[in-house]
């Protein structure tokens, strides 16, 4: 009796154990895995966010910007460094007539997020289209005579 008293504790001593090393295995292979992506997949995404106020702050001083050139000179400013503006990306600009108008078309290579909040936060009235490789940002202005 004493001997199958000590061979059950010795089994279960063995059960606990290699419960213990399953459970180990299943944080190993299953858990630990999905935690790495859920907190690369994190912080990737608060990179973005941050990425996209800063572009989106830049768009809005340029906005700003290129309407007072254009109101002041009567001409659409080339580039950036025109405008006197110093800027971490590279903008190209573009501008089409719409006879009582102008739509100003800003491209970038940068991907945004293109939530109506943000684009409030920073005062930004026109369109805003992004993909993952860049974006378009289009606004008018009204023509000076």
């Known amino acids: 009796m004493k001997l199958q008293k000590k061979i059950e504790i010795y089994l279960l ?26 907190f690369a997949t994190q ?17 809005s001083r340029l906005e ?20 006197d503006e110093k800027t971490k990306y590279n903008y190209v600009f573009d501008y089409e007539d719409k006879g009582d108008s102008y739509n ?14 943000l684009m409030e936060e920073f005062n930004l009235e026109g369109k805003l289209y992004s993909t993952d490789e860049g974006f378009l940002y289009l606004f008018p202005i009204k023509k000076v005579y």
């Open 13 to 38: 001593a063995i059960s606990l154990l290699l419960a213990l090393i399953a459970g180990l295995l299943l944080f190993d292979i299953v858990i630990d895995p999905l935690l790495k992506s859920y």
């Open 43 to 59: 912080s990737q995404r608060e990179e973005t966010l941050q990425q996209s106020r800063e572009v989106l702050k830049e768009l």
């Open 64 to 83: 700003f910007s290129i309407k007072g050139f254009y109101y002041l000179n009567s001409v659409f400013p080339s580039n950036a460094e025109e405008l």
């Open 104 to 117: 100003v078309k800003i491209r970038g290579n940068v991907p945004l997020l293109s939530s109506k909040k």
